[in-house]
Nanobody
Framework: QVTFVESGGGLVQPGGSLRLSCAAS????????MGWYRQAPGKERELVARITTGGSTNFADSLKGRFTISRDNAKTTVYLQMNSLKPEDTAVYYC?????????????WGKGTLVTVSS
């Protein structure tokens, strides 16, 4: 069974920042790309950002410049730094692991962490 430890969600004012963390087992972290999807109320789940084991990244076009993704191999943790947050960023953010060579692949999901952007 694969489990992730997600943290960092919460309430933030518009324009603020949050950093999400997702810790995985060493085995998963070493062979899978990891990243984040999000799902806002009434909307479909969408890719936020993904990072491969080699450090290649891809983002939703609308988020480039505000969000960054990184991974710490020693801590087997992936981070999503979110800046200049907007109310429309409010969503449940799900950590995932997927095939390193297939950008559409999701093999494992985290339970999600809620991000609320509101004044």
């Amino acid at each position: 069974q694969v489990t992730f430890v997600e943290s960092g969600g919460g309430l933030v004012q518009p324009g603020g920042s949050l950093r999400l963390s997702c810790a995985a087992s060493g085995y998963i972290f070493s062979i899978y790309a990891m990243g984040w999807y999000r799902q806002a109320p009434g909307k479909e789940r969408e890719l936020v950002a993904r990072i491969t084991t080699g450090g290649s990244t891809n983002f939703a076009d609308s988020l480039k410049g505000r969000f960054t993704i990184s991974r710490d191999n020693a801590k087997t943790t992936v981070y999503l730094q979110m800046n200049s947050l907007k109310p429309e960023d409010t969503a449940v953010y799900y950590c995932f692991a997927g095939d390193d060579l297939n950008s559409d692949s999701v093999d494992y999901w985290g339970k999600g962490t809620l991000v609320t952007v509101s004044s």
